[in-house]
């Protein structure tokens, strides 16, 4: 059995050009993600799951606009635009994406008060999601990495993953990022000194 995962990083319409937070070119990877796709035996998909009244929409806190930063109980929290709320359309996955290979889907950032960037924990760091030991129960210890966005979800899945033990690689061709204020740069440095193959 193959060690290898790919894990697919919140390739939703709300991500994409014309959705709630777009990320610049974010519909561009969908055909190599699903070269991609077609090429691991296992796949996994992750999905941004807000409720409508989400902690970290900035609609949720009068005077704050989108991308203000404020102090939750877990340490400092972006604040975004209303996106990925479930059950809506652009919660969705892009529909180019091909899911049907998916053996998993992961689905973050459900819990009403706490936001969740990565596939594995929560934003306290502490919250599992209960990847790690799904992936670790079927022997796939080699991840690699792809998706929206490069310096949030996909960065911070990746930290994650080496944190726990994995081998982990992120596909940059196949990811776009926000970049806020250089985040691409800075997150990318950080995924390099923690030891994640960056190609």
Same mark, same amino acid.
């Given at each position: 059995?193959?060690?290898? +995962? ?11 050009p ?16 699903n070269?991609l %796709? #077609? =090429? *691991?035996s *296992?796949?996994?998909l992750? @999905? #941004?799951?807000h409720t409508?009244? *989400?902690?970290?929409?900035?609609? @949720? *806190?009068p005077?704050?606009?989108?991308y203000e930063?404020?102090e ?5 929290q972006?604040?975004w635009?209303d996106?990925?709320? @479930?059950? =809506?359309?652009?919660?969705e996955?892009?529909?180019d994406?091909?899911v =049907?290979? +998916?053996?998993l889907? %992961?689905?973050?950032g459900?819990?009403? +008060? %706490? ?7 929560e934003n #306290?760091h502490? =919250?599992p ?6 992936l ?12 929206l966005?490069?310096?949030?979800c996909?960065?911070y899945?990746a930290?994650?993953?080496?944190a726990?033990?994995f081998?982990?690689?992120v596909?940059?061709a +196949?990811?776009?990022? %926000?970049?806020?204020?250089?985040? /691409?740069?800075?997150?990318i440095?950080?995924?390099?000194e923690a030891? /994640?193959?960056i190609?």
């Amino acid at each position: 059995m193959s060690e290898h +995962a790919l894990i697919v990083i919140d390739v939703q319409n709300d991500f994409c050009p014309g959705g709630a937070l777009a990320v610049d070119e974010g519909d561009v990877i969908v055909p190599l993600m699903n070269q991609l %796709i #077609d =090429t *691991h035996s *296992h796949v996994i998909l992750t @999905q #941004d799951w807000h409720t409508a009244d *989400h902690s970290s929409f900035a609609s @949720q *806190h009068p005077g704050k606009a989108p991308y203000e930063t404020v102090e939750a109980e877990y340490g400092p929290q972006t604040l975004w635009p209303d996106h990925c709320v @479930q059950g =809506t359309k652009g919660a969705e996955f892009h529909p180019d994406l091909n899911v =049907t290979p +998916a053996e998993l889907i %992961i689905r973050k950032g459900f819990r009403q +008060a %706490i936001d969740s960037y990565s596939a594995f924990f929560e934003n #306290d760091h502490t =919250t599992p999601t209960g990847l790690a030991g799904y992936l670790r129960e079927r022997g796939l210890s080699k991840l690699r990495l792809a998706g929206l966005a490069t310096d949030f979800c996909v960065a911070y899945s990746a930290l994650d993953a080496v944190a726990q033990g994995f081998s982990v690689e992120v596909v940059l061709a +196949a990811s776009r990022g %926000i970049d806020l204020d250089g985040s /691409v740069d800075a997150m990318i440095g950080r995924m390099r000194e923690a030891g /994640v193959v960056i190609r």
